[in-house]
């Protein structure tokens, strides 16, 4: 960042930090941190997209997700649940609901049960109680969201989705084919809610209502 303001990032009108995963999380974390760095003036907002994580059991009921990121738990309270309430700059929340990295490695981690093993790679593939279990996740996930309460300044794209990562990839992002929600695409959400155009806060009926999901063989985005 010192680079880029002694580059002329420091006389910016509009500025937006994003990123995806680990980095939808960092978005979040640092986001007044990002927004102090600009000028006062400037349009400063925040996008996070697959960086809303949740403190949920696993299949097993073991508090999995705690023991995965406890190094950083301990120093930054890592969860978006206990952090965003606290954020002052605009942010925008891009999530699939049943997120396929956080089901495989959070909800259904490596050594669980094998039954499991084609229902946590395509949902499709799930069997009713499995099903039953993923809304369950979908459940916890939506009520970490509204525990965040309504601020007018936040965006909020929650589809119904299997997917993890959905600003990175152009067939995702803006593209005939893409995920919609209110009759808008993703960038088109993302995009009003940046320029003050118009507020966007919507999240999908339960899978599998939702027609618009982009299927990735063999990705990681699926």
Known sequence: MEDLLAKGMNKAENALISGCSAGGLTSILHCDRFHRLL??????????DAGFFINVKDIAGVNHAAAFFSDVVKTHCLFPQNEVKQIQTPLFILNAAYDSWQVRNILVPGGSDPRWRSCKHDIKQCS???????????DHFLEAIEAQGDSPTRGLFINSCF???QSEIQEIWFAPGSPVLGDKRIASAVGDWFYGRSWFQKTDCPYPCDS????FKNSSHT
């Open 39 to 48: 000028p006062a003036a400037a349009n400063v907002k925040c996008l996070s």
């Open 128 to 138: 009713a109680k499995q099903l039953k279990i993923l809304q369950g996740f979908r």
């Open 163 to 165: 997917a993890h990562c």
């Open 212 to 215: 618009t999901c982009h299927v």
